[in-house]
């Protein structure tokens, strides 16, 4: 299990940072947070798939003056890169997957605590306020000048099964409104549509706490699906495991649920039964969001609908948002996707992969490479059974990069390498038409491939980059002297 973290909050996940070189930086210039901010950190550190010139690996940012808004600043990027992931989970960046697998096992649940101690609720709103307007309170971002709204990126949205009372995490995209509505995009198959779906079939509201602005061992948990975190399973008992200790909550101020205690700020309010709104309703631009292939997503025609009923906050709270296409997405998602390719494949084949990368290019959903040991003749084949369970673990997964245990997985150069050398396409390559896949990949679109039915609709494809085992020995790479560089270069890392 892992040791109790100095980080339980994002305060001291910010402070962390300040003390880590170049990983950290703060602008008190004012900053307009339609596109503007935005615009800013694609160029200071978004990486991902988001639009070049961008940096990878680019700093944590901090903006302390918004436009338009008074004793709040703006956060984005803290999970922009590996290496920061792993400084706040106490982990080497390369094993991150195998952390967050064995967190599944040693889940830590959350506990409730007194709002007295709450430090989420210091200040509270109410939306039956003469003054309440969401948009005044609250600095959401556009991330492009033809986004349908302001949108809340990074809010964590927790809500509980109507009937089973079993409660659910997720990261949802949220577009502002009006004064008190938010409406809801809930990619199909996700528990709280689930739960949304239940509440509606019985003519009632399903409350919900959105929750902004929290320790970056919460917004990676909360990123899991199944089948590793199946129906019912509370992925903040994951970020306790994280963490080394339980998620405080607190019960809301307004509604009958829990909000995340230390958050920053956290909106309460019922997602309405049989209410629908478009998307870009205030903007008609047809566009929605950046999202994670590196696209505009396109504005939903009807969509769910949040009636907001408070805000509470800290005292000077820190808001926290992300670009859709960064690193950071990548880092969300695909940490736990490792994860539970991991769990898979470990299950049905022990000690044969021996590691998982859920690729940036492929926003940490799409696109996977996977490092398989052939030890003997009769492991050739289960590479690509392994890469099957891959599919099965993950179902939003596009394609598998199949290579051998003497390829670097992180360095795109060395997997590509491998690409070129141990690949033939028309035997290592392996179609699986037909599948359901991720919705917001532009390509799954009939009018793109004869054999897609529908949208969301995608051949899923194995490269198969691994040496036949009977040739290996005709593979092995240039073997160099091991030396200590140190004593040549005392600094170098």
């Given at each position: 299990m892992t040791k109790k973290s100095s980080v339980y909050d994002l305060r001291s996940a910010l402070e962390l940072l300040k003390t880590l070189p170049g990983e950290y930086v703060e602008t008190d210039t004012e900053v307009d947070p339609h596109a503007e901010l935005s615009g800013v950190y694609r160029y200071v550190g978004a990486g991902g798939t988001c639009l070049r010139?961008?940096?990878?690996?680019g700093p944590a940012m901090v903006f302390k003056k918004i436009k338009g808004f008074r004793d709040i600043s703006?956060?984005?990027?803290?999970?922009?890169?590996?290496?920061?992931?792993?400084?706040?989970?106490?982990c080497d960046p390369k094993k991150l997957g195998f952390l967050l697998k064995d967190s599944v096992k040693h889940a830590i649940a959350p506990v409730e605590i007194d709002a007295v101690n709450a430090v989420c609720q210091e200040v509270v709103h109410l939306a039956s306020d003469p003054d309440f307007d969401i948009r005044k309170l609250l600095p959401a971002p556009t991330n492009t000048e033809e986004d349908a709204g302001p949108y809340i990126t990074m809010g964590l949205c927790y809500a509980s099964d109507p009937e089973t009372h079993e409660s659910d995490i997720t990261i949802h995209r949220l577009c502002v409104q009006s004064k008190d509505e938010l409406t809801m995009w809930l990619t199909p198959g996700r528990h709280i549509d689930a739960f949304r779906m239940k509440a509606e079939n019985a003519g009632k509201p399903?409350?919900?706490?959105?929750?902004?602005?929290v320790d970056p061992a919460i917004e990676v948990a909360a990123c899991f699906e199944p089948p590793t975190t199946p129906l019912g399973f509370n992925e903040l008992s994951i970020a306790g495991a994280l963490r080394g200790h339980p998620v405080e909550m607190v019960q809301c101020k307004t509604i009958n649920e829990k909000a995340i205690a230390h958050a920053e700020i956290v909106i309460e309010g019922e997602l309405l039964p049989d209410v629908r709104m478009q998307e870009d309703i205030n903007t008609q631009t047809g566009k929605a969001m950046p999202e994670f292939?590196?696209?505009?997503?396109?504005?939903?025609?009807?969509?769910?609908v949040i009636k907001v009923k408070a805000v509470t906050h800290r005292h000077n709270p820190i808001w926290r948002t992300t670009l859709g296409?960064?690193?950071?997405?990548?880092n969300m998602a695909g940490i736990p996707t490792e994860a539970?390719?991991?769990d898979l494949v470990e299950r049905a084949m022990p000690g044969k992969l021996l590691n998982v990368f859920a690729h940036s290019a492929g926003g940490g959903k799409l696109l996977a490479v996977m490092q398989f040991k052939k030890a003997a003749a009769t492991d050739e084949g289960r590479q690509r059974q392994a890469a099957l369970l891959a599919f099965s673990a993950f179902p939003e997964l596009k394609h598998v990069i199949l290579v051998d245990e003497d390829v670097d997985i992180f360095d795109s150069d060395d997997v590509l390498w491998a690409m070129q050398t141990r690949y033939q396409g028309d035997v290592d390559t392996v179609f699986i038409p037909g599948v359901r896949c991720h919705p917001l990949d532009p390509s799954q679109v009939p009018e793109y491939s004869p054999t897609i039915l529908q949208e969301g609709m995608s051949c899923k494809t194995i490269f198969d980059c691994t040496v036949p085992f009977h040739l290996k020995a005709h593979f092995e790479r240039s073997k160099f002297m091991t030396v200590d560089v140190k004593r040549f270069l005392p600094d170098f890392e």
């Open positions: 010139p961008t940096k990878k690996n703006v956060a984005i990027g803290l999970n922009g890169s590996r290496k920061r992931v792993g400084e706040f989970l106490n399903l409350p919900i706490s959105i929750s902004i602005g292939p590196g696209y505009t997503g396109e504005a939903k025609a009807a969509i769910p296409p960064g690193e950071e997405h990548v539970s390719i991991l």
